[in-house]
């Protein structure tokens, strides 16, 4: 079965600092993987995905993540941190069939100081 | 915005009564997927369709069940509501030509006393 590890529940950097945000995932074949942001009250927004191909990705608002087969991880990252990024981010795998069914982690919320 | 709409947004009820919770898509998807939100669990999977009267369950599908007459719409139910099933309830639809993601409505907070 698949599953989704986010080690760390909650996050704490000053604006403008660098940020990652960790996953680890298990997942018998090759995974889809997803970041989702989520402001309070409101609803899940993509970030980035990954399906195939370079195992760096580029997503919205400055984000990027990098696959990594050997470690089982797609860790979020941000170079420069701005107080609007504080939310929850969710990583998540989907299944390889035509379902794509995901499995979520337990989400890691991150709070910006300035 | 990925043309969701979640209906009602917020719902108050008692326990043993029946909650139908409605998703609407403009988008012609078909691919269609019902998760909660609890504190601790991220989102969990209850049910998914592809395909109007075709669906499946999820991990969490005790005491749900859904339906799905037309493409666009996608109904969740709670046959005889328990206070464990209060939570934050999101739709999700998926584009099946080559490899999409899920699009998330805003979600249905659901209190059952």
């Known amino acids: 079965a698949q599953s989704v590890t986010q080690p760390d529940i909650h996050i704490t950097v000053s604006e403008g600092a660098s940020l990652e945000l960790r996953c680890n995932y298990s997942?018998?074949?090759?995974?889809?993987l997803f970041w989702y942001v989520q402001s309070p009250g409101q609803g899940l927004q993509l970030l980035l995905k990954y399906f195939s191909g370079d195992t760096l990705v580029q997503g919205i608002k400055g984000f990027e993540a990098e696959f990594k087969r050997s470690q089982s991880s797609f860790n979020l990252r941000k170079p420069s941190v701005h107080w609007s990024d504080a939310a929850e981010y969710f990583c998540?795998?989907?299944?390889?069939?035509?379902?794509?069914?995901?499995?979520f982690g337990t989400g890691t919320r991150l709070q910006v100081t300035l | 915005d990925a043309g969701i709409t979640q209906s009602p947004r917020h719902k108050v009820t008692e326990t043993g009564t029946p909650v139908t919770l409605r998703c609407h898509q403009t988008?012609?998807?078909?691919?269609m997927y019902w998760y909660r939100q609890d504190p601790g669990h991220g989102l969990r999977l209850i049910h998914y369709s592809y395909g109007v009267k075709d669906t499946d369950k999820g991990e969490v599908s005790d005491g749900y069940s859904v339906s799905r007459s037309k493409t666009e719409d996608f109904l969740l139910t709670l046959e005889s509501a328990t206070s464990s099933q209060t939570s934050v309830y999101f739709c999700?639809?998926?584009?099946?030509?080559?490899?999409?993601?899920?699009?998330f409505g805003d979600g249905t907070r659901l209190s059952i006393l």
């Open positions: 988008e012609n998807h078909r691919y």
């Open positions: 999700a639809i998926r584009d099946s030509s080559g490899n999409q993601p899920q699009h």
């Open positions: 997942y018998g074949a090759t995974p889809y």
């Open positions: 998540a795998v989907g299944s390889s069939g035509t379902a794509s069914k995901l499995t």
